[in-house]
């Protein structure tokens, strides 16, 4: 029903800055949120940031919390991930995430995730 495409990743230095995309499509209108999610080498997958399709409601995890910045485009259906002064551990394939229920904390869509790798 919605279809996510990631893009933006790649090989950057320590210190320096990525701009993810996530496009969607398909049934939009019934999202609740968006969410970015990413899984390490050897890692579980773990939160990183979302954000409500209706309102600037924001969340984020510790370890990037005044590093990343989510934000959004409704009219255009694309959420963002605005990494800056990156770290050689947030080297993981990030994923783009939509939510459907207002109150249950599941993701019901995913998209095929971008890779990001930062270097010492």
């Known amino acids: 029903q919605v279809q996510l495409v990631e893009s933006g990743g790649g090989l950057v230095q320590a210190g320096g800055s990525l701009r993810l995309s996530c496009a969607a499509s398909?049934?939009?209108?019934?999202?609740?949120?968006m969410g970015w999610f990413r899984q390490a080498p050897g890692k579980e997958r773990e939160f990183v940031a979302s954000i409500r399709r209706s309102s600037n409601s924001t969340s984020y995890s510790g370890s990037v919390k005044g590093r990343f910045t989510i934000s959004k485009s409704v009219a255009r259906n694309t959420v963002y991930l605005q990494m800056n002064s990156l770290k050689p551990e947030d080297t993981a394939v990030y994923y783009c995430a939509a939510r459907r229920n207002v109150f249950l904390n599941e993701y019901d869509y995913w998209g095929q995730g971008t890779q990001v790798t930062v270097s010492s």
């Open positions: 398909g049934h939009t209108d019934s999202t609740y949120a």
